[in-house]
């Protein structure tokens, strides 16, 4: 599994590096997410032994389990839904959650990150292709739930994420990706405190080069890393939450 991984990874860094270069962009720009969701605690320590250092989970149940399981200092990003009554169990193990999409959700976020005397950052799901089957707020919402969560102390918007449909041919999803890119720069000149657009999360493993074009800075990626997914891992792990 170990050499799988490893090739695995040395061709993602390398369409990383061409991508990068086709729009006179450095590749040191893009932060590699790997997803370990449902993939068991052995392939990820495999992955760190290979250079990762940020991985992306969808389960709050299940990320909690794994950071007790793993000794080695990683970043961890929440990337999947989070319900409100969740947060406290997250806050100050994240560095950074990237799935907030309504406002009761960032003021628990606030709650407990007062709680703790830490400052949370996060990122603004946007449902960029208005998929019915998904969450994330819609574009045209956005610019208000920006100027609302700038006036929380303890959360910090580093930017924005999506998560685009999945398509045969990755060009069908780079409107998605530059829509996000032009949301970001349209906030950015509104020049909010508390707020910054520097991060966009866009692109898994079937577009992320388009993604990387149109201006992504942090790709997720899964199954093109680790290989597909069997769901064996064992979510009795993590207990009940």
């Avoid at 932060?31 to 969701?37: C, E, Q, Y």
């Avoid at 508390?194 to 992504?216: C, F, K, P």
């Amino acid at each position: 599994m170990i050499k799988l991984i490893e090739d695995n990874l040395v061709q993602i860094k390398a369409n990383i590096s061409r991508s990068a270069q086709r729009v006179n962009r450095a590749p040191e720009e893009i932060t590699l997410i790997a997803v370990s969701k449902t993939y068991p605690v052995p392939d990820i320590e495999k992955a760190i032994q290979l250079g990762c250092r940020d991985f992306g989970e969808n389960r709050v149940q299940e990320l909690i389990a794994k950071i007790e399981q793993i000794n080695t200092l990683v970043d961890w990003h929440l990337i999947g839904h989070l319900q409100t009554n969740k947060v406290k169990y997250i806050i100050g193990k994240t560095k950074l959650i990237h799935s907030v999409d309504h406002l009761n959700l960032a003021q628990e976020i606030q709650k407990q990150s007062i709680k703790h005397n830490i400052i949370t950052d996060i990122l603004l799901e946007v449902n960029v292709a208005r998929e019915i089957s998904k969450h994330g707020l819609q574009i045209e919402e956005v610019m208000e739930y920006v100027k609302q969560i700038a006036q929380l102390s303890h959360v910090r918007v580093k930017g924005l994420m999506t998560v685009a449909p999945y398509v045969e041919n990755p060009e069908d999803n780079r409107q998605i990706f530059r829509q996000l890119y032009d949301l970001s720069v349209d906030i950015q000149k509104q020049k909010f405190n508390n707020i910054s657009t520097s991060i966009l999360s866009m692109g898994m493993s079937n577009d992320y080069e388009v993604a990387i074009e149109e201006g992504a800075t942090m790709i997720r990626i899964g199954t093109s890393i680790f290989g597909d997914r069997n769901n064996t891992y064992d979510k009795k792990q993590g207990g009940n939450l």
